[in-house]
């Protein structure tokens, strides 16, 4: 039944895609960074505990919206071992962005961590530069993101080009608000791995201070340093610890991932 509800959801609202989009002009974006297929899996430490496993796979289905393609993104996260029993963690998180524009047409979130849970559901209309947020209507900039379809359009900048401190900016809907998403570029270095050392380049995202990090730069994260782009390594100093991302498996990249054993 649930499935039939969300299939009729995701019809209805490529009708109104449709109708309301049939005199837009979409951007086009060159994209040889990932394509459908592609699956990212990560560990997920919490001090010294292996704590979570995480996954972001593209599908290889296309959905259409309207008359549009999409690739559907897939982000889940699942808590393992003694972690899972004192801090359940159960996320997903999924985004159907335009094949061409790397835009979002549909994005949900589905948090469940240690007891907590938060559902959110937004749907973008483009043309009228809008998004609806769990039912609040929001203003939005043009070519706006979501959470995950920012980090994959980021991945098709020219980010290997650029240089010591550059900022890239992607404007993202975060939490029913608009957000200005920076990465800043801190040089390349390189990364030893389980599939050898990898030569990646360094970006610390600029955060809001507040509710979990202590400082705006205490998320470092290292993409390989070729077309795929993709995230190798991230750490983060948070107000109650500090967390570690390490790339475990990967599978359907775009392009060959250069390592040098």
């Given at each position: 039944m649930k499935l039939k509800i969300a299939s009729t959801f995701i019809l209805f609202l490529g009708f109104l895609i449709t109708t309301t989009a049939q005199n837009h002009v979409f951007r086009s974006v060159v994209n040889?960074?990932?394509?459908?297929?592609e699956k990212l899996t990560y560990k997920i430490h919490y001090g010294f505990l292996d704590a979570v496993s995480a996954t972001i796979e593209?599908?290889?289905e296309n959905k259409k919206f309207g008359d549009r393609n999409t690739m559907h993104i897939v982000g889940t996260g699942i808590s393992k071992g003694s972690f899972d029993f004192f801090f359940k963690v159960r996320d997903r998180y999924e985004s159907y962005i335009d094949e061409e524009a790397l835009i979002p047409w549909f994005f949900?979130?589905?948090?469940?961590e240690g007891g907590y849970k938060m559902a959110q559901d937004y749907t973008f209309n483009h043309s009228k530069?809008?998004?609806i947020a769990n039912g609040k209507n929001v203003n939005c900039v043009e070519n706006v993101q979501d959470m995950i379809s920012g980090f994959f359009y980021a991945r098709?900048?020219?980010l290997g080009a650029a240089s010591m401190n550059q900022l890239f900016t992607v404007p993202t809907i975060v939490d029913g608000e608009m957000f200005n998403l920076q990465i800043k570029f801190?040089?390349?270095e390189t990364v030893k791995t389980s599939f050898g050392k990898i030569k990646c380049l360094k970006f610390v995202p600029v955060l809001q201070k507040g509710r979990?990090?202590?400082?705006e730069e205490d998320l470092i994260v290292w993409l390989t340093d070729d077309k795929n782009h993709i995230p190798v390594k991230a750490k983060a100093d948070i107000l109650f610890g500090a967390i570690k991302l390490e790339l475990i498996n990967f599978s359907g990249l775009a392009n060959p991932m250069m390592a040098i054993k």
């Open positions: 040889e960074s990932f394509k459908r297929g593209i599908k290889e949900g979130r589905r948090v469940d530069k809008t998004c098709t900048l020219n801190k040089g390349r979990i990090f202590k400082h």
